[in-house]
């Protein structure tokens, strides 16, 4: 950044890491919460609600679960979820079950 003054590099530093994550969010968003309402109403058993009545649905699920399975079955799911979310902030995290 020669053409920034030193005070403001890490403004502009910042500034181009958040223009970055819009992008990628602009790009994977369609995608991404189709996915998510996907693992979730398979997880739920629900095709009709939307995914913020689906994570509703599953946050009082997990409340009052007795279910370890449902528990089990419900990581694996928000574990997916969580994945695609890092490779929108984080890209490179995406990544952490496999180290």
């Not at 950044?1 to 181009?16: G, K, L």
Request: glycine letters at 4%; one cysteine or more.
């Amino acid at each position: 950044m020669p053409n920034v003054r030193e005070e403001y590099q890490h403004q502009v530093r910042v500034a181009e890491n958040l223009s970055q994550i819009l992008l990628r969010e602009c790009d994977m968003r369609t995608e991404r919460v189709g996915l998510d309402t996907s693992a979730l109403q398979d997880l739920l058993g629900d095709r009709k609600s939307g995914l913020e009545e689906l994570e509703y649905e599953l946050t009082r699920q997990l409340l009052r679960t007795q279910s370890i399975d449902f528990e089990d079955e419900a990581w694996l799911a928000l574990s997916a979820i969580t994945e695609r979310s890092l490779a929108v902030n984080k890209p490179g995290y995406a990544q952490w079950r496999q180290t």
